[in-house]
Nanobody, 121 residues
Framework: QVQLVESGGGPVQAGDSLRLSCVAS????????MGWFRQAPGKEREFVAD????????NYADSVKGRFTISRDKAKNTVYLQMNSLKPEDTAVYYC??????????????WGQGTQVTVAS
């Protein structure tokens, strides 16, 4: 089992930046990919970004390319999501996730509890 704990969400204004963090503990070696999903009210959960834990190769949803950056700190077992130029449509609960396969499949075996990001216009 792996435990994922997110932090860093909150209310911001459009155009602001925010950095989310996700600390992983437990059997982290079982998961090759970590990343982020989000779910806005009344919408389905959507993939945001993932990163290959070993190589650092990243993958983004088209909606966040150029604005969001995912990174990881292996020594701290932490994944980050730097979000710049935030838009009201980025408002959602952001979930950290981990899996043996790319998260862009839409699936993940491990999930965090979520952190709310609210972007005001």
């Amino acid at each position: 089992q792996v435990q994922l704990v997110e932090s860093g969400g909150g209310p911001v204004q459009a155009g602001d930046s925010l950095r989310l963090s996700c600390v992983a503990s437990g059997r982290t070696s079982s998961y090759y990919f970590m990343g982020w999903f989000r779910q806005a009210p009344g919408k389905e959960r959507e993939f945001v970004a993932d990163i290959t834990w070993s190589s650092g190769i990243t993958n983004y949803a088209d909606s966040v390319k150029g604005r969001f950056t995912i990174s990881r700190d292996k020594a701290k077992n932490t994944v980050y999501l730097q979000m710049n130029s935030l838009k009201p449509e980025d408002t959602a609960v952001y979930y950290c996730a981990a899996d043996r396969f790319r998260l862009s499949t839409g699936q993940a075996q491990a999930w965090g509890q979520g952190t709310q990001v609210t972007v005001a216009s």
